[in-house]
C-alpha cells in the first residue's frame, strides 16, 4: 500500500527550540491530519486540516495544508521534554475512505 | 468515558493458533479500522468497516478475518495464515466512513508476540 515521504525520520533538540517535519505525496489529498503517538500507545489527534493553504494552530503547534495539497507542515514552538513522541502524518484522498500514513518522525527533546 | 478499548494489551500466541484482539468503542461511530504497525513504519489498514454487517479488506489483509455483528465492536482475528503477526496492531473509529473529513480516533493497542 502507499505510504507518504515525512521527513526528517528523527530529530534531537533542546528544550526551547523550535521543530519543523513535514510530509509530501505524490496524489493530491482532500484531507491531511497529524497524530502523536508515545511508546506503547495509540496515536492521539493533534491537528486536522480540511482546506488548501488552511493554516490551523493547536496550542503550540501549527500546521498547514499545502497549496498543491501535496504537502503538510507541522510547527512546534518553544519544545518542552513532553513533546517527545513519534509524529504521524495521514492523508485522505477525494475518492476514498482510507487514510494514508506517513512513516513517522521521532522527537527527542533534551533539557 | 466515550473512547476505544482495546484489549487485552499484550497477547502471546504460539505457532499455528488462531488469536482474536477486542475492539470495542462506545463513542456511536459507524466506521471502525484495524492497522498493523511495524517498528520504524507507519500504519498499514489491514481491514475496516463502514457500516454493521459490512466490511472491506484494506492493504494487508492477508491471514486476518474480522466480524462486525455490533456497532460497537469490531473483532480482529489473526490467523495460522499470517506468518509473520508479531506486531502492534490498533483499532480506530470515526463518525461516518462514507462522509469525507471524518478523523480517526485510535485505541492504546494490542501488542501480539510468537513463543
Known amino acids: 500500500g502507499q505510504q507518504l515521504n515525512q521527513s526528517p525520520q528523527s530529530m534531537f533538540i533542546q528544550e526551547g527550540e523550535d521543530v519543523s517535519m513535514n510530509c509530501t505525496s505524490s496524489s493530491i489529498f482532500n484531507t491531511w491530519l497529524w497524530y502523536k503517538q508515545d511508546p506503547g500507545e495509540g496515536p492521539v489527534l493533534l491537528i486536522a486540516?480540511?482546506?488548501?493553504?488552511e493554516l490551523t494552530s493547536n496550542g503550540r503547534l501549527t500546521a498547514q495544508f499545502g497549496i498543491t495539497r501535496k504537502d503538510s507542515f507541522l510547527n512546534i514552538s518553544a519544545s518542552i521534554p513532553s513533546d517527545v513522541g513519534i509524529y504521524f502524518c495521514?492523508?485522505?484522498?477525494?475518492?476514498?475512505?482510507?487514510?494514508?500514513f506517513g512513516t513517522g518522525t521521532r522527537l527527542q527533546v533534551f533539557p | 468515558d466515550g473512547g476505544i478499548t482495546q484489549s487485552p494489551k499484550y497477547l502471546f500466541r504460539k505457532e499455528g493458533q488462531n488469536v482474536t484482539l477486542s475492539c470495542e468503542q462506545n463513542l456511536n461511530h459507524d466506521a471502525m479500522y484495524w492497522y498493523r504497525q511495524d517498528p520504524g513504519q507507519g500504519l498499514r489498514l489491514i481491514y475496516y468497516s463502514q457500516i454493521v454487517n459490512d466490511f472491506q479488506k484494506g492493504d494487508i489483509a492477508e491471514g486476518y478475518s474480522v466480524s462486525r455483528e455490533k456497532k460497537e465492536s469490531f473483532p480482529l482475528t489473526v490467523t495460522s495464515a499470517q506468518k509473520n503477526p508479531t506486531a502492534f496492531y490498533l483499532c480506530?473509529?470515526?463518525?461516518?466512513?462514507?462522509?469525507?473529513?471524518?478523523?480517526?480516533?485510535f485505541g492504546d493497542g494490542t501488542r501480539l508476540s510468537i513463543l
Open positions: 480506530a473509529s470515526s463518525i461516518s466512513g462514507y462522509r469525507r473529513n471524518q478523523p480517526q480516533h
Open positions: 486540516l480540511y482546506k488548501a493553504g
Open positions: 495521514a492523508g485522505q484522498a477525494y475518492n476514498t475512505d482510507k487514510l494514508i
